[in-house]
């Protein structure tokens, strides 16, 4: 499965499964008291230290892009989450000035339209799309300048911490690369 813009593409991970090959079963997630103790430090929000223990963390957490039909509950989606997550980062999305494109297509053209338009005003614009093709920071950009490795790996740090903090209720895959942008945009003011 195939996935193209026009300036790169990006081929899913999924494998192609022939008529006669049974696909493998991916082994269920130990609980965080049967894993490592280098695993657990970084779930804690205490080891990460790059962009690559960023990564790994990340692959940690619930994440709801890679199922293919979620169910959805507001258990499960709801703000509040979110809300406290940003709260215990001193609320970053509330010193921003936002736009919020949403519908069913277009809206990474017309988010990229935005803001090259904006930066020809001489402001500094951030741009957060989702999803990304390639790398990850893709979707955290300033002034078309990725998020850089070090920064991503800083940011994740303090999030990570901020998350352990509220228990059992795990922010998302999602939420963290969102809350990321966040913290990023306003420590660039």
């Given at each position: 499965m195939a996935r193209s813009t026009s300036s790169r593409t990006a081929v899913s991970k999924r494998t192609k499964v022939s008529a006669t090959a049974t696909p493998k079963a991916r082994p269920a997630k130990r609980p965080l008291s049967a894993r490592?103790?280098?695993?657990?430090?970084?779930e804690s929000g205490s080891g990460i230290r790059n962009y690559k223990s960023?990564?790994?963390?990340l692959d940690t957490v619930p994440n709801h892009e890679r199922?293919?039909?979620p169910i959805y509950n507001?258990?499960?989606?709801?703000?509040?989450?979110?809300?406290?997550?940003?709260?215990?980062?001193?609320?970053?999305h509330k010193q921003l000035k936002a736009?919020?494109?949403a519908g069913t297509k277009g809206k990474g053209s017309t988010c990229h339209m935005l803001a090259s338009m904006l930066q020809q005003t001489g402001k500094k614009i951030g741009l957060y799309t989702s999803p990304h093709f390639v790398d990850l920071r893709e979707?955290?950009?300033l002034n078309g300048d990725l998020i850089s490795e070090a920064a991503f790996g800083r940011i994740m740090d303090r999030l990570a911490a901020?998350?352990?903090k509220l228990g059992p209720d795990t922010p998302t895959f999602?939420?963290?690369?969102?809350?990321?942008?966040?913290?990023?945009y306003a420590d660039q003011k």
């Open positions: 490592p103790a280098a695993a657990r430090r970084v960023a990564l790994a963390f199922l293919l039909r507001e258990s499960k989606f709801s703000l509040a989450r979110m809300q406290k997550l940003l709260a215990l980062v001193d609320n970053p736009l919020h494109v979707r955290i950009s901020a998350g352990a999602f939420e963290y690369v969102t809350a990321a942008a966040f913290v990023h």
